[in-house]
T-cell receptor
Framework: GENVEQHPSTLSVQEGDSAVIKCTYS??????FPWYKQELGKRPQLIID?????GEKKDQRIAVTLNKTAKHFSLHITETQPEDSAVYFC????????????FGTGTRLQVTL | DSGVTQTPKHLITATGQRVTLRCSPR?????VYWYQQSLDQGLQFLIQ???????AKGNILERFSAQQFPDLHSELNLSSLELGDSALYFC?????????????FGPGTRLTVT
C-alpha cells in the first residue's frame, strides 16, 4: 500500500519567514496530493491540493510543488504569520473507487513573533 | 463549520465496553470516511462508505465495524475496547466516491478508555 513520509516533524520560524514542509510517497500511481491544516483542538481542513498533471499550484501565500519522478511534493508558506501555527498533514491517493487517502505523520509549525 | 456533525463530542468508557460514534455528512455528500487520530499515529484511515455501501477499507480492527444508513448518516461501532483505542475519531464526507477530492471533516469524538 501507499506510504507517505513527512519532514520535518516540527518546524519553528520567525514571523515573516518562509516555511517548507516536504513529503515523499511510495505508490507511483498516486495522483492526488492534498495538504490539510489542523489547529489545536480543531478539525483538519484542506488548504491546497495538487493533481499529478501539474507541477506547481499557488494560492496567495501558499504553494505546493510536485515532482512525480522523484515522488515527492512540498508545501511552501511565505510571509508566515502567527495564525499559520498549526499541524500540517500531507496526503496521497490514487483515483479509483477503492482508493485510500494516506496521510503523513504531520508537521507542527510554530510561528514566533 | 464544515457541515459535518459528530456525536458525542467526548466519551469516557471502560475497557471491554462497546461504544457507538455517530456522524452526519454534509447535505448532498454521499461518501463518509472514518479516521482515527492518536497522538503518535497521525490520521489513520479506517473505512469509507459511499451511498450505503462499503467502498474502501483501511487499517480497521476486526473489533470495529461501521455502517451507513439510508439517510446517509454513519455509525462507527467499537467493541471490546482496549486502552490503546483511546483517540480522536474523525468522520469526513465528500460528494464523490473516490478519495481524490476534498474531504470535509467533522469536529471529532474524543474517546477515552480507562
Amino acid at each position: 500500500g501507499e506510504n507517505v513520509e513527512q519532514h520535518p516533524s516540527t518546524l519553528s520560524v520567525q514571523e515573516g519567514d518562509s516555511a517548507v514542509i516536504k513529503c515523499t510517497y511510495s505508490d507511483s500511481a498516486s495522483n492526488y496530493f492534498p495538504w490539510y491544516k489542523q489547529e489545536l483542538g480543531k478539525r483538519p481542513q484542506l488548504i491546497i491540493d495538487i493533481r499529478s498533471n501539474v507541477g506547481e499550484k499557488k494560492d496567495q501565500r501558499i504553494a505546493v510543488t510536485l515532482n512525480k519522478t522523484a515522488k515527492h511534493f512540498s508545501l511552501h508558506i511565505t510571509e508566515t504569520q502567527p495564525e499559520d501555527s498549526a499541524v500540517y498533514f500531507c496526503a496521497a491517493s490514487r483515483t479509483g473507487t477503492a482508493s485510500k487517502l494516506t496521510f503523513g505523520t504531520g508537521t507542527r509549525l510554530q510561528v514566533t513573533l | 463549520d464544515s457541515g459535518v456533525t459528530q456525536t458525542p463530542k467526548h466519551l469516557i468508557t471502560a475497557t471491554g465496553q462497546r461504544v457507538t460514534l455517530r456522524c452526519s455528512p454534509r447535505s448532498g455528500d454521499l461518501s463518509v470516511y472514518w479516521y482515527q487520530q492518536s497522538l503518535d499515529q497521525g490520521l489513520q484511515f479506517l473505512i469509507q462508505y459511499y451511498n450505503g455501501e462499503e467502498r474502501a477499507k483501511g487499517n480497521i480492527l476486526e473489533r470495529f465495524s461501521a455502517q451507513q444508513f439510508p439517510d446517509l448518516h454513519s455509525e462507527l461501532n467499537l467493541s471490546s475496547l482496549e486502552l490503546g483505542d483511546s483517540a480522536l475519531y474523525f468522520c469526513a464526507s465528500s460528494p464523490r466516491d473516490t478519495q481524490t477530492y476534498e474531504q470535509y471533516f467533522g469536529p471529532g469524538t474524543r474517546l477515552t478508555v480507562t
